[in-house]
């Protein structure tokens, strides 16, 4: 008993750096759906509503969030998920070294609330004015379906092109409308003679470099459908996802800690190497689901096994797991080239088994759980 007891005293006095500073305070809480599940992964906002300052969090996979260090002051929280009402508090006073609990319950949207394709049609029918949709797209959560099938039912329906292309990335302010020909008026034709002008001469001609000039190759069409694509043979091939079982550990170290430090969440996909072979350097194309960013995508190494490759998701910590597969991550720059398509160009990695995890299938990783990671392997 005296052993726990130094243990523990240990502990707590190692959460003092976690623990409000001198000045400064924090909010925490859960945050759980309608019915009461919890709710990982989420990213909530705290914005103080004198200085504008932003400060930003995401719960852990216990649905557990912590926003701290936030200078004394008044403040405003905010959560916004696809498929849920978007949640907002004001008047939240942080006082200093005060941690205030403030759990969230999201009330998910009903059918008649998103918009789609068929409200977009439906609006068109009634002859409301195309700004008037845009407008209230941009107030209203959406899922719109942008396959080719989609498009050409979105066109039947009158939609213009200008909609279309403002559907496609409802960030980017819409196309200015064009301006209707303006008809000019006729004017009979006046004759102009002008003095006989002496023939030029003929200068001679430098042969045509043209033939010698090999014809450039057109870039291969643009996928459409959320994924991860390869270049391969001027041809972008998808890569098709692995499943990955998320294993629990530190449970003990959980225990004994009644809940304050949390365990370790590792990732396992069967099979110790990826089908995938590619060599370096490597292009892909990103195309992320409607209301994903490229940020929430990770490019992990994965650790080979005899039979299994693994990762590191979760690692432990104060108040709150801390997200994201930080021991095995590995940075990387990308380039938008359209509405939710973003191009990955990786020159530099070394031989072994790699992987794109999206975020919320890291956020998901509890015992039990599974998701998705796109694999592939570098010779």
């Known amino acids: 008993m005296r052993v726990i007891l130094i243990a523990a005293t240990s502990l707590f006095l190692a959460m003092g750096a976690a623990l409000p500073q001198s000045g400064q305070g924090a909010i925490t809480g859960t945050i759980t759906d309608s019915a009461g599940a919890l709710m990982p992964g989420v990213r909530i906002e705290a914005r103080n509503t004198i200085t504008g300052a932003m400060y930003q969090a995401a719960s852990g996979s216990t649905g557990t969030y912590t926003i701290g260090q936030l200078p004394a002051g008044t403040y405003q929280i905010s959560v916004s998920i696809p498929g849920f009402k978007q949640y907002t508090r004001t008047g939240i006073t942080v006082v200093e070294a005060q941690v205030i609990r403030i759990d969230i319950a999201m009330t998910m949207l009903s059918p008649d609330e998103i918009l789609t394709n068929d409200s977009v049609i439906q609006l068109l029918k009634a002859g409301i004015n195309e700004d008037l949709i845009i407008s209230k797209i941009r107030e209203s959560q959406h899922s719109f379906d942008l396959s080719v099938?989609?498009?050409?039912?979105?066109?039947?329906?009158?939609?213009?092109?200008?909609?279309?292309?403002?559907?496609?990335?409802?960030?980017?302010?819409p196309e200015a409308k064009a301006d209707p020909a303006v008809?000019?008026?006729?004017?009979?034709?006046?004759?102009?003679?002008?003095?006989?002008?002496?023939p030029e001469k003929e200068l001679p001609r430098e042969p045509s470099k043209a033939a010698d000039t090999p014809a450039a190759k057109p870039e291969p069409a643009l996928p459409a459908e959320a994924g991860v694509y390869v270049k391969a043979r001027e041809k972008w091939q998808e890569i098709q996802p692995e499943v990955v079982v998320w294993q629990t550990g530190g449970m003990l170290k959980r225990f004994a800690t009644a809940g304050i430090v949390q365990g370790d969440v590792n990732g396992r996909i069967k099979g110790a190497h990826s089908s995938k072979v590619l060599e370096i350097p490597l292009e892909f194309l990103i195309v992320s689901p409607e209301g994903v960013d490229i940020t929430e995508y990770q490019l992990i190494h994965l650790r080979e096994q005899r039979d299994a490759r693994e990762f590191r998701t979760v690692t432990g910590g104060i108040f709150s797991s801390s997200g994201g597969a930080t021991r095995d991550a590995i940075a990387f720059d990308s380039t938008k080239i359209a509405g939710r398509t973003f191009a990955v160009n990786l020159s530099n990695l070394d031989t072994g088994e790699y992987g794109f995890l999206p975020t919320s299938a890291a956020a998901a990783g509890s015992s039990g759980n599974v998701g998705k990671m796109y694999t592939f392997r570098v010779k």
């Open 183 to 198: 008809p000019v008026a006729a004017v009979a034709p006046v004759e102009i003679k002008e003095p006989p002008k002496e």
């Open 149 to 173: 099938q989609g498009m050409v039912a979105l066109k039947e329906g009158g939609a213009s092109d200008r909609l279309m292309n403002f559907l496609m990335d409802p960030t980017k302010p």
